[in-house]
């Protein structure tokens, strides 16, 4: 019977779910080069290698200032690393980079080397989602990456649900938005009665290039140039798209959840 | 004195003269209006205080019939009589007359300039009379001449509105109808006659002793069938969804709520009190009966969307519930359990009254929301609540009321619908004895039918965005018609709250047909509490249950008063999904509400949807689409057509005998007189 062979099966294999927060988060796969290093004090002074290479014209070099790459807008394909003759530009393997500021997604120049990582909630919204965040996801245009790998984590590998944190139907139930695509036109006013929908306090989170900046579709007439331009955003998770580990890194960094080892720093 | 008797001899001169005032004063239509229907409310009040003093006080079981005039026979008197079982149907006739009345002042003025009004309220106010004379008849003679008026002024007020064509089909078919009934009726009663040898009602007293089964059996059967088509019975009840709605609302919610109950009065006058000693089958088949009618009315009214169809199946389906604890009640008579037949009988009239007030109450409400709209179908009402508030609390008690939901009347007749029924397993070893719990049964797959017709009544029409234009220009009615709608759902109210103290007046009734008065037997704690008798009979309350639920609803708001205090009230639209706003076509519909039932119950309604698009390149981008659905009306189909059908070709046949010749004429009167001569010899 199927009911019997399911609960067999599941009972043979044991718990699946992996130990990240509390043990070490799983690899990375190899092509996936993690986070980018901006090292702008190595860049030769006219060189602007970099800058004509990046599709998303994520990186700007104004005459005689540092090299500026925006994560928000960068889809991780490492042209720019491969083009840069000085190896300004490093891929560092880490999984972690959302933030809570856009500007904090803007590397070069000292000091801003890399991503300035998440800070936590304050601590009256830590109080209310810190154990219970229900969050309502809207795909304002998204190609389904970013979907995707939000939905892996509600997988029993990633099992979301252990930290209190669920997607729900409808606004009225939720904490806060979970946004991805770049936000077309036909959906911006979709998105601003959904989050009009959401009691107060809410959150806003959004993932993936497009939401954060509108990603490859920047500047189309069409499209907003992400949620920012309608909601106010609290937390940012760049990729093209986002691991699933650095969704959840997201996540947990704003409900200040990441107790393991690999929390540190 | 007899001041009671006193009032109904008011009632009805109130009737006469307001008859007469309409008709003088029909040239001045605002004027007839006033006068007609506000001496039809006085007539009302009076008959409604006489019928409730003459039960309460008990002087109506002691009362004699009443000679008004000799005549020029024995059986061509005018004898009135005015025992507990007229007084209760008076009190009944007349609470809702008085209660329609104040609501047409209102509701008629509409007609004004249009119609004429003067003869609506004429009309109005000689039915009233009509229907009060049938109830106090003390002779055959009597009834008779007042069935047929009722059924006569019933049909003039059907085709008020005879410009409409389905109008004058509708009431054709109710007249001929009622005439089928009255022949049965008068049939049954010459029977009757036969061994009486006497038209008034003393002397038909009993009769059933003197006559033989044959005999007996013949005229039973014959009185079914004549009340039963003027109470609407499964299979006699076609007319009904057809004359109920085209009539003025006004005079739908007579019909509905007291006209039908004629034929109640006349089954419960006739089977307990002249035929008397019944055998079992009698019982057992005004039980079946009725539970045919009460699963079949609900469950067609489910399909309809039209409001006042919808209303006039749910009356086949009352009534169904009030022949089943007729039916009951007659089974314990013939297995002589008095007691469980004065409850079962209670349980009847007690849902007579009930049914009275409350589709009084509903019709009356189609009638606002008819004359807020300007229509009956109900697909394209909806956000009458916001246009309309004070109608729409009130059609909703109403259909808190009919869903059989406490605390309010319903409620308390099916209960004690369900107490009899239960309790009468036990009581025979016949084979017969299965009827009660499958009647229990399909009482409440009714009782849960009627409620999700009423959901879709109250929600489709009432709740959402307006689906017309009509229905978002709708305005509340005029204070008139909302008094008369809110005095039928005080009675509402009165008859779920205490039926300890209603039920003590219905005793002498009880008294009356089965011997047995059940008096205080019913009541506990003081008439908080009632209770069935019998071993494992239960006890309800509706008054605690009230209580128990305001109290209810005070946690809630205690616990917003003390926890709350902070939080902050803020104001949304509903929730749609992010659309560009809810259009009244994304609502849901009555035909979409019902589908589940419509193919859950297929095989009696035989449903048939036809679904036409016209696309260019993929069926969900259709250019344009048409949807038919209906469901075949079966006994219609299967019954009434092919009957008419061999009417029509026997009458064709018939037909060849008129020859239009003087000649052919002359040769029949000769066959004629041969033939006579032949068979005198």
Known sequence: ?265 | MDYPAILLIVAACAYVAGMAGALLLRRVGRLALSVGFGLAAVGGACGFLSGVTSLATGQAAARGAVTFWSGPAPNLRLVIQADPLSCFFVTIVSMLGAAIAIYSLGYSGAYLGRKSVGLLAALYNALLLATTLTFVAGNVWVFLIAWEMMALLAYGLVTFEHEDRETRGAAVFYFIMSHIDAVCVMLGFLVLFQAAGDFSFDGLRGVGAKLSSGQRDTAFLLFVVGFGIKAGLVPLHVWLPVAHPVAPSNVSALMSGVLIKTGIYGIARVCFEFLGGPPLWWGALLLALGTVSAVLGVLYALMEHDLKRLLAYHSIENIGIIVMGLGASLMFVSTGHPVLAALALAAALYHTINHASFKGLLFLGAGSVLHATHTRNMEEMGGLVKRMPQTAMLFLLGAVAISALPPLNGFVSEWLTYQALLQGFGSTDSLLRLMFPVGGAMLALTGALAAACFVKAFGISFLAQPRSQAAERAREVPASMRLGMALLAIACLFLGLFPTVFLGWLGPVMNQLTGEALAGRLSLAGGWVLAAPGANAGSVSTAAMTLFGLSFLLVPLFLRRMLGRRAKTVRGPTWDCGLQGLTPRMEYSATGFSKPLRMIFKALFRPHREVQREYEFSPYFARSLRFESHVEEVFEERIYRPTRFWILRVSRRVRALQQGSLQVYLLYIFLTLLGLLLWAV
């Not at chain 1, 998303?56 to 003759?85: K, M, N, W, Y």
């Not at chain 1, 691991?243 to 997201?250: F, Q």
């Open chain 1, 1 to 265: 019977m199927f009911i019997h062979d399911t609960i067999l099966n599941r009972l043979k294999r044991g718990c699946e779910t992996m130990d990240y927060p509390a043990g070490d988060a799983p690899a990375l796969p190899d092509r996936h080069g993690g986070g980018l290093r901006v090292e702008s004090a190595r860049c030769a002074a006219d060189c602007s290698a970099c800058v004509s290479v990046c599709p998303t014209e994520a990186i700007t070099r104004a005459s005689g200032q540092a090299v500026a790459l925006d994560l928000g807008r960068c889809l991780f394909c490492a042209e720019c690393v491969r083009a840069c003759p000085d190896r300004a530009i490093t891929q560092t393997g880490d999984h972690r980079l959302a933030a809570r500021l856009r500007e904090d997604l803007v590397l070069g120049g000292t000091g801003k080397e890399q991503v300035r990582l998440a800070a936590a909630l304050n601590e009256r919204l830590r109080g209310l989602f810190g154990r219970s965040l229900k969050l309502r996801q809207v795909s304002a245009g998204g190609c389904n990456a970013c979907e995707a790998d939000t939905n892996v984590l509600g997988t029993i590998g990633w099992d979301l649900g252990r930290f209190g944190i669920q997607f729900v139907a409808s606004p009225r139930h939720a904490d806060g938005l979970l946004i991805t695509g770049p936000v077309s036109k036909n959906m911006a006013l979709a998105l601003q009665k959904t989050y009009a929908a959401v009691p107060d306090p809410k959150i806003v989170i959004a993932v993936g290039a497009c939401a954060i900046a509108g990603g490859p579709f920047v500047g189309h007439s069409q499209v907003s140039d992400g949620a920012g331009a309608l909601v106010p955003v609290d937390l940012f998770v760049p990729g093209c798209p986002p691991h699933p580990l650095t969704i959840l890194d997201g996540l947990l960094r704003l409900l200040d959840r990441l107790g393991g080892p690999s929390g540190k720093g």
